[in-house]
């Protein structure tokens, strides 16, 4: 004959999602603690208008750094060779 399975029930049963606790298991962050949109899709998580934002800005410097180097090298070394 078998023992039936132990039943593990929560310590606390409320309102509040965040204060569901499972054995003394305490949550790594928000989005576990309230079972959120983030913690629902973890592979990919949509960018926020702060890092569109900021990709945009650091590629746009990037690009400008890239045309003055492809620029400036020609004039410095024409510059070098004449003088």
Same mark, same amino acid.
């Given at each position: 004959? !078998? ?7 929560? @310590? ?12 003394? !298991?305490?949550?790594?962050? @928000? ?5 959120? @949109? ?14 569109? $934002?900021?990709?945009?800005?650091? $590629?746009?410097?990037?690009? *400008?750094?890239?045309? *003055? @180097? ?8 024409? *510059?070098?060779?004449?003088?």
């Amino acid at each position: 004959m !078998r023992k039936p399975k132990k039943v593990v029930k929560p @310590a606390y049963v409320g309102d509040d999602p965040a204060q569901f606790i499972w054995s003394n !298991r305490t949550h790594r962050t @928000a989005s576990e603690a309230f079972r959120d @949109a983030d913690y629902a899709t973890p592979i990919w998580r949509c960018e926020s208008d702060f890092q569109q $934002g900021l990709r945009f800005i650091v $590629g746009m410097a990037q690009g *400008m750094l890239i045309v *003055m @180097a492809v620029l400036l090298v020609p004039v410095l070394l024409v *510059m070098w060779v004449t003088k």
